[in-house]
């Protein structure tokens, strides 16, 4: 495809296009944004989808991540609230310490 001597597919254009988030007017005549921008929630769900999607991701934070998702949805309200508590505090701490310095 990339040296002209195969054409672009209507298939593979699609799939180019929500694979990478890419803007397909963008691909098709270089006119516009080149990726689509997706609401914060979205982007966290891609990235985090993308990660556990990875086969060769598989090392400590691949597995610290699933591990703490997995138990994270199978667990009760009150230990939710906890760790939501305690993941607040330690990035609160961490906004302080980068403003100050």
């Known amino acids: 495809m ?21 803007n397909e007017t963008w691909l098709r005549t270089g006119e516009g944004n080149m990726f689509v921008e997706l609401p914060p929630e979205d982007e966290v769900a891609a990235a985090i989808s993308e990660v556990l999607e990875d086969i060769e991701c598989k090392n400590a934070m691949y597995t ?26 330690v990035l609160n701490g961490y906004k302080k310490r980068k403003e100050g310095n």
């Open 2 to 22: 990339e040296n002209g001597s195969r054409n672009v597919t209507e298939r593979s254009i699609i799939f180019i296009c929500e694979k990478y988030n890419i």
């Open 64 to 89: 610290l991540i699933k591990e703490f998702l997995i138990n994270y949805q199978k667990s009760d309200t009150k230990t939710k609230n906890a760790l939501d508590t305690y993941l607040n505090n």
